[in-house]
């Protein structure tokens, strides 16, 4: 037996989901596929978190960065 739980949510809100929803999909299976999207995109920042770490490139890019603001604008 699935439980329902009825929740309310801005006008705009909703609209944004609906126009979200596919052809044939519920609301409850547009949710679940937003939530799994949303924490697929977190695995792969997770994944991504200390790749420069050992990286002695991404130092001379980082104070390259900080040589450029340092420099006076250009107008």
Known sequence: MMANKTISL?????????????????FADLINRLLKRSKSRKKLLEDLAGIFKEDDEWDTIVEDLYQERRRPARI
Not at 20 to 26: V, Y
């Open 10 to 26: 801005p006008l705009e809100t909703y609209d944004r989901l609906r126009k979200e929803k596919r052809k044939g999909e519920s």
